[in-house]
């Protein structure tokens, strides 16, 4: 249980106090009325002893008295009525509400750091009403009263005679029959006579000399002057007067009042006002002791005051104390009686003493020695009924019986709760005297005779009367001084039963509960505590069971080692029975409480639960904030309910929301919960959408919203603009240089302003995430911006404005007028802003209405909410607000302090700056191909759009595949007619080559400038040639694109960007780009391989020597995929600068050489020294790479021409292949070759020798030492029939290419051993010396006159001497053998 104000020894005797009844004359009841209060309410203040009190038991002991209270009430002829009870008891609680800013416990448990209130004072008030509203009953005496105090006034024309029919009126309510309440103690009941004086308006001689007559009549005992009003309440006082009673009447303020707001019914406590109260008891025509009769309104008569708790009996037909307590509470706070007026305002602090006095006279010379006496007699009486009566009795009922009758349990004794005891029954008056004992503190004299009054009602199975005997008994054993004997816990438990079971008096069995939970409290014995609590939870009254189970629940969080869910769960039941009795509030604050517990811990059913409580009741208590809050912590949790439930919460969160915007229509826009946002995968979007292709006209992809960011193509992108602006500024990137951002989201660098431009949209994607199961409908979308705009004044300068928000004429906002997010779906709203103004803007977030759709949730789990709040309703019912946009930036881990701490950069890509106009560049590609063969040359077009108001200028392309492409030349035609004009079809046209020689060659519309051979800028960034350099607003320009198809077959992303700027220089923008990404899939066609060997013959025909031959092998590996037919070598060319072929071997004048699928072809070419200042017409084509960094390098383009069937026709294909030859006898090809990875070698470990290498000449140099040709006929004739050895003179030229000395050893030994050889040449041999040894000078030239043999007819290779050289300075043992020569053929013929 809460801690309360009173410990269990002090509540227990101010809950059982000796009662005085008082009977005022009216004049009296109207010099107490002066002062707003009645006679009873005057003297509670006083009613407490702050002394102890001294008085005699029966053994003439002193018995000493502490804290000694009063009670003094008037007289009430009716018992309360069981639904003014209930109704009392639900306002009492309803007033004590938690004091605000009361800082409340905090309890560590565990995890759980728990704010709990300390105290329950709602609960406090709730027993002290309780127990002081108890009825009095026949069975116990406690509230019966020992005393009547009967009061008249000193101006009154006869006060004794009205003292005497005060007197006959008490007399006549005790003794009579008709009168069943109030309850008397004893039939002997004391009379205290009190004369009232008014000080300020009566006669104090003429009130003395009435004292002096009734102290002659009553004795000096029982009777007293009370002299009060010692001033007027009208008269002004300067000094400040205490309100004592303020405290009593705002306690019982409920009481007190004269009426309810919203109440079904009227209480009323001016005890003057009869003539509103109904009679309730029937009787007629009762004179009062006033002598006059009191009339109702309806006529009947009325003959005492009713009961302050009497109602209508038709507001309740129950008799039941605890009968179902729902009743209405009233809409506000019970307001306090009087409010404003001050109480006692005619009384002075002198008036205060005296009333004091008074009830110290009362008490000590009035009330105690009457007690001492009642007590002494009861004793009395018992003792010698004890030794006369109750021993005959006893010995008669063991006569009969023979034995002692064990006693019963409680479930034996069966309807005998009915039984009654006559007043003077013996039992009864043991209960008296233990009930007297009681009231004045004598618990130990208290408990002996309840023990003893036990015996005998179980014994006479009276079960009313042995439980409240249970009861008292325990209560007195466990108040006794010294406690000489444990608290019997299992009388009370006895007493509970008893009363709950078989008398079904629920009032009694509460009151016990109350008593022994907080006797048990005091113990430390909180989990019996707990149990007693939670047994007497039921139905019948949802008021004491919530603040029960309230109890319980604190009892467990109170525990040595608390029970945290223990104590959530029973404040979540304690709650919904606060919210059944109609406690609001008490039901709030007990859901509140609990929450505590159940949040964060992953009980998400149970926390729907709670929230969408606390959503209700605070909804239902106009605390519509807080309504908000909790309907929205439903929301945004990740729910686990069916959709339908999310369904009733979502209609439920809407129709609070709606009801809390109506409040303040004017006011800033509320954040909505729903659907999730998730701020950090915002992009944003500079620049209008990419248009959609429109027949062969396709537009550039550049950046769109739809792209996947990839980070290595970002990083392309980047090093492309890096490049064309390094080339721009003369290969220098300018400092304050940063990539060109289109699109911004969570993987670019957004710690910078990004710039936009005016008059070009600005896209936002939002992405939405519905969490719910049913489908959210946001209508009305759109950004919420605030923008400052700026003016240029001068060149630099800039003014601002102030902040302008939902201007269309700055800032143009695109509204979304539905947009539907299904059950648990995630999408991307893309939302525009269309910038009219420069400045700076900053986005900061959506706004929107909130609803559901028609039908989407068709099951009510949950009924509605007050008001005309029903599923139909709710179904279209949207509510406006807003979601910000926040993004956390990039954590920063750049220095120490960063690393060691969390720090988060700026993330502004939210916050544009609006700039000046620039001109806008759109590209369109037509007839561009998706797919080539490998070389295929194709012609495409390309279309620079300027879509701005403002000139470009600088347009250049750039890309990582320049090889790929290549604009028209300077010297073509740059925009033809049309794209498909029949001129321009071929990417070739025919010229004559020489003026000397008939043969003739094809150059291309392209000469070697365009492609950046020979000017400084790097290849990869190309001018486009605009004419005049400028393209002005809305112009247009169409320029011819030579494309070729890459040599590796596959799909190819080929990347362009396109950089222009403005003709103004801007500040802001430098530069603009475009991207666009062309995708070309390209088939196989030929694999070209080339080599080149030195020439034997020394000299050709014109005296040139050290010519060059080239073998050429070229493969069909075209396998018919794409329609290709087959392939037409139409010419072979070099680029060269240094050499050019001069004829070829084997090609047969003016044929094309035809290659069908996977067919071969070998060609073999004269390649021989171009003259100084020659012009050579066969670098023709675009040149990939600049020949000059390989110095004898040979650059070979095959042109082609494919036969391609398509659709029944046949077309002609037209490409180029190139080899690019670098080294003597390697051979080249036309596409990279895979490179096959190393095999994995043994490690070698040598002794490093000590002897240093000179360097030496490479083996490739060593083996080139030496140049050799053969010199002989071509054919030789020989008679074989007559001589059958044909001798043929050859001469063998040994040159030394080297400037040095040469050994040379001339081999002729050696022979063919390759079978392919023996078949295709035959075999001879070498007559003669075989074996010369010679040195040769620098570049010497020496011929040796050699032999041949044959024996018959054949073709023959005379290339079989091998020439073995080396230095003579280089001291080595085996000369190198030396390149072998080409294939020397001789034809010997038979004469």
Known sequence: MAQCVQSVQELIPDSFVPCVAALCSDEAERLTRRNHLSFAELLKPFSRFTSEVHMRDPNNQLHIIKNLKITVSNIITQPPQPGAIRKLLSDVVSASQPAEGLVANVITVGDYDLNISATTPWFESYRETFLQSMPASDHEFLNHYLACMLVASSSEAEPVEQFSKLSQEQHRIQHNSDYSYPKWFIPNTLKYYVLLHDVSAGDEQRADSIYEEMKQKYGTQGCYLLKINSRTSNRASDEQIPDPWSQYLQKNSIQNQESYEDGPFTITSNKNSDSNLLSLDGLDNEVKGKGKICFSVDGLPNNFRAHSLQLDQSSDPSNSFDGPDHTKPSSHETKKINTGIIHGACLTLTDHDRIRQFIQEFTFRGLLPHIEKTIRQLNDQLISRKGLSRSLFSATKKWFSGSKVPEKSINELKNTSGLQYPPEAPELQIRKMADLCFLVQHYDLAYSCYHTAKKDFLNDQAMLYAAGALEMAAVSAFLQPGAPRPYPAHYMDTAIQTYRDICKNMVLAERCVLLSAEILKSQSKYSEAAALLIRLTSEDSDLRSALLLEQAAHCFINMKNPMVRKYAFHMILAGHRFSKAGQKKHALRCYCQAMQVYKGKGWSLAEDHINFTIGRQSYTLRQLDNAVSAFRHILINESKQSAAQQGAFLREYLYVYKNVSHLSPDGPLPQLPLPYINSSATRVFFGHDRRPADGEKQAATHISLDQEYDSESSQQWRELEEQVVAVVNKGIIPSNFHPTQYCLSSYSDNSRFPLAVVEEPITVEVAFRNPLKVPLLLTDLSLLWKFQPKHFIGKDNEESKELVTGEPEMIGTEVISEFLINSEESKVARLKLFPHHVGELHILGVVYNLGTIQGSVTVDGIGGLPGCHTGKHSLNMSVRGRQDLEIQGPRLNNTKEEKTSIKYGP?????????????????????????????????????????????????????????????????????????????????????????TSV?????????????????????????????????????????????????????????????????????????????????????RSLNVRATVYRSNSLEDEEGRGGNMLVFVDVENINTSEAGVKEFHIVQVSSSSKHWMLQKSVNLSENKDAKLASREKGKFCFKAVRCKEKEVVFSCFLAATQSSEKYTFADILFGNEQAYVVEDSKQLILEGQHHVILNTIGKEAFSYPQKQEPPEMELLKFVRPENTTVSSRPSVEQLSSLIKMSLHYPESFNH???????????????????????????????????????????????????????LQLKSQEIHSLQLKACFVHTGVYNLGTPRVFAKLSDQVTVFETSQQNSMPALIIINNV
């Not at 321009?984 to 004559?992: E, G, L, P, Q």
């Not at 001798?1287 to 040469?1302: E, F, G, Y």
């Open 999 to 1083: 043969c003739t060659a094809l150059i291309s519309a392209a000469s070697s400038v365009d492609f950046g051979i020979g000017i400084g800028s790097q290849p990869e960034v190309i001018p486009v040639p605009l004419p005049d350099a400028v393209l002005l607003p809305g112009a247009s320009v169409q320029l011819p694109m030579w494309l070729r198809g890459p040599d590796e077959e596959g799909v190819h992303e080929i990347n362009f960007l396109f950089y222009y700027e403005s003709v103004k220089k801007k500040p802001k923008i430098q530069h603009r780009i475009l991207r666009h990404t062309a995708i070309i899939c390209t088939s």
């Open 1279 to 1333: 008679p074989f029939h007559q001589k059958s050895l044909c001798l043929v003179p050859v001469t063998l030229l040994l040159s030394n290419c080297s400037k040095a000395d040469v050994d040379v050893i001339v081999d002729l030994r050696h022979k063919t051993t390759s079978p392919e050889a023996l078949e295709i040449h035959g075999s001879f041999t070498w007559l003669g010396q075989t074996q010369y040894k």
């Open 907 to 995: 993330d502004r890509r939210l916050d544009p700056i609006i700039t000046e106009e620039m001109p806008l560049l759109e590209v369109f590609f037509i007839h561009f191909p998706t797919g080539l063969l490998c070389g295929e040359i194709q012609k495409a077009y390309v279309e620079f759009v300027n879509v701005s108001k403002c000139p470009l200028t600088g347009l250049k392309v750039v890309s990582k595949r320049p090889e790929f492409f290549t604009f028209g030349g300077n010297t073509a035609v740059l925009t033809p007619l049309s794209p498909s004009a029949s001129e321009n079809c071929s990417a070739y046209k025919t010229v004559v080559t020489d003026s």
